[in-house]
């Protein structure tokens, strides 16, 4: 099932696959369709519709990491697999729909996670409806200074975007979870359940001890 296609907008066959690492796309968008963009294989990196006030037009460029470890952020994890899309033109005030792409084993690396612990976790089998209320988008406005694609490389422009459960959806046909959101302005695109993904958790002082002096 994981090698199944799917058809593109303009007529040709995309391996239902993820992109297996690193890679990066300039695509022309359609109008009027969505338009997944691809690597040099035909496998999938993401999907871009055009939509809303301001809808994305023109050339588009989409980059994907797959990191081989789960990273951290201020010590919290997010998922290996992060993205970047950038139009060429009004990339700050461009609206489209994005859908973003994961796969199971990405999901559970993130949930087996020792930083995770305290934190909730993301889905881990197609009708987990906690684990997908608990899935964050952190989009960060602009692109990578070098080309890593790490969120230390952004400016520090950052918006939280919760998707709408029923846009969390697993497709078994292509085993992939797929993500969809409307956007304004272009970014990278980083998934993980905690809030102290932008913010570095409190510090907890546990089995303190010590003398408390009474004045």
Not at 173 to 200: C, H, N
Request: aromatic share 10%.
């Amino acid at each position: 099932p994981a090698s199944a296609s799917v058809i593109s907008g303009n007529g040709f066959a995309i391996s239902g696959t993820l992109t297996p690492a690193d890679a990066n796309t300039i695509q022309t968008l359609s109008a009027t369709e969505a338009s997944h963009m691809v690597d040099a294989n035909c496998r999938m990196i993401t999907t871009v519709l055009a939509n809303g006030e301001n809808p994305v037009n023109g050339s588009i460029a989409g980059k994907v990491w797959v990191e081989d470890n789960v990273p951290l952020n201020n010590g919290v994890p997010y998922v290996g697999r992060h993205y970047e899309i950038t139009p060429a033109l009004n990339g700050s005030i461009a609206t489209a729909r994005v859908t973003l792409y994961f796969t199971q084993a990405e999901f559970d690396a993130y949930n087996n996670h020792p930083g995770t612990n305290n934190f909730e976790r993301l889905p881990a089998f197609p009708f987990d409806a906690q684990g997908k209320s608990n899935l964050l988008i952190f989009k960060y406005a602009g692109t990578s200074s070098d080309g890593t694609g790490l969120p230390s490389t952004y400016p520090q422009d950052i918006t939280v975007i919760d998707p709408d459960d029923e846009n969390i959806t697993w497709n078994e046909a292509l085993q992939r979870w797929e993500v969809s959101f409307d956007v304004t302005g272009f970014s990278g695109f980083m998934v993980s359940t905690s809030p102290y993904f932008i913010k570095a958790p409190p510090v907890l002082y546990t089995n303190w001890t010590g003398n408390i002096s009474e004045e």
